[in-house]
């Protein structure tokens, strides 16, 4: 009782006060803190903050990341793995500590590529990086519109390499090309070059060039983003990349309309060498010059012709001998033909002929009266012939060379019982005749 009465006698803590101690104490047992996790549920809030889990197999733990901490803002979405730097610290209201995060980087190139991956696999099965979709660059675009960072060296590398090769109408549109609102304001350029009218005080450009240089993965991440891939591929305007260097690559890249390795390249492509095409023309200048001489020409030389009427009457009068010797050599060759088939012919009198075909007529009047009684005759021969085998199977003569014979009596009548036998009786074998006589 003693005890209980000492527990009741110190004093009760509010709970704003318990809260308070609880964060100053764990803000200063930790201080600054690195902690790597996996990014779970993200938040970003109407005024720029940002709510996030981090998580790992067995634990999460919640971070804000305020606005005015947000410098280098790296992809942040589900699932990936970053490092979270900041201090350790709790939000009173709701009983939670939390990190209050002044800086997240990727944990790792991997993670970054693995994103990339599976987003590139979603674009490319809804078709927006299909080769049927790329459309050809104008040849000599009248106006360019490139998308890029107003500083650093490739808005002037560019602009130098179009003046090198055929400077068209050049309209920039300045962004960002890195940190969190570079995807944003990408997206912004690209669709309001799209939005220019055609005749318009502005003039809409021929040609859109995205480009920025070079970089690693999480500085070329806001052209992965996938909202900047659906507008660069849905834009109506044909569109060149040139991102980072030539090894690098971006979804927008497959988005685009061509990919170039650089952006200088990227200039390159976009118009022809300034010298090459006036080369062409001049070329093309030169062969219309001597058109009309040509031509001239070849009509002088036929005029001259005709006011020749000797050279053309020469040429007529030679080509009729030619025709007319060539005629002489034709209906030569078809009399001789035609006086050797008549030679061959051998005529005769009609009579002649009348005689040969009455011969042949009555030759063939015999050969078919004997053909239509041969066809008559015919079926009553062969039944003739089944009647004589038959009766040769049947004939007792057949009967004799089995072994048997023929008892006949004196006037040559067949015995066919003992009481017949009289007298003097032939017997008749299969090879002839005995006489016998009943004893």
Do not use: C
């Amino acid at each position: 009782m003693a005890e209980l009465s000492l527990l009741d006698e110190k004093p009760a803590w509010s709970v704003s006060e318990l809260s308070t101690a609880l964060k100053g104490t764990i803000e200063k047992a930790f201080g600054d803190v690195r902690v790597r996790g996996e990014l779970g549920r993200v938040t970003k809030a109407a005024s720029g903050h940002m709510y996030f889990d981090l998580k790992d197999a067995s634990a999460l733990i919640n971070g804000v990341w305020f606005k005015g901490a947000q410098r280098k803002v790296p992809e942040m979405a589900e699932g990936l793995e970053v490092i979270v730097s900041g201090r350790l610290s709790t939000y009173p209201a709701r009983s939670n500590y939390q990190l209050i995060v002044t800086s997240v980087e990727p944990a790792g190139i991997g993670a970054l590529l693995k994103l990339i991956e599976e987003r590139k696999k979603k674009l490319a099965a809804e078709g927006l990086f299909d080769d049927a979709k790329k459309r050809a660059l104008p040849y000599l675009p009248r106006t360019i519109g490139i998308i890029t960072s107003p500083t650093g060296a490739v808005i002037h590398d560019m602009l130098h390499r179009l003046r090198e090769r055929f400077l068209p109408h050049v309209l920039f549109w300045p962004v960002q090309v890195q940190g969190e609102t570079a995807a944003a304001q990408v997206i912004a350029a690209v669709k309001g070059f799209n939005s220019l009218e055609a005749g318009g005080p502005v003039p809409r450009p021929d040609l859109l060039i995205i480009a920025r240089g070079g970089g690693s993965v999480e500085d070329l991440m806001p052209f992965n983003d996938e909202a900047l891939v659906r507008a660069v591929a849905a834009s109506a305007i044909p569109t060149i990349s040139a991102i980072g260097h030539e090894t690098d690559w971006t979804l927008i890249d497959l988005a685009a309309d061509m990919r170039a390795p650089t952006p200088t390249g990227a200039a390159e492509f976009a118009v022809p060498v300034k010298a090459d095409l006036l080369a062409t023309v001049m070329d093309l200048h030169q062969r219309l010059e001597l058109a009309p001489v040509r031509l001239i020409r070849e009509y002088r030389n036929r005029l001259a012709e005709i006011r020749a009427p000797r050279n053309l009457l020469e040429a007529l009068a030679q080509r009729l001998d030619d025709r007319a010797m060539r005629l002489g050599r034709g209906l030569s060759s078809w009399l001789q033909a035609r006086h050797l088939q008549l030679t061959r012919l051998h005529l005769r009198s009609p009579l002649e002929m009348l005689a040969r075909r009455r011969d042949r007529l009555q030759l063939l009047d015999q050969r078919l009266t004997k053909e239509a009684a041969l066809r008559s005759i015919e079926p009553q021969r062969q039944k003739l012939l089944r009647l004589t085998e038959k009766l040769e199977v049947l004939s007792y003569r057949n009967t004799l060379k089995r072994g048997f014979a023929v008892v006949k009596d004196e006037a040559g009548h067949a015995i066919t019982l003992a009481a017949q036998a009289q007298g003097s009786m032939q017997v008749e074998f299969a090879d002839g005749s005995i006489a016998i006589k009943k004893v």
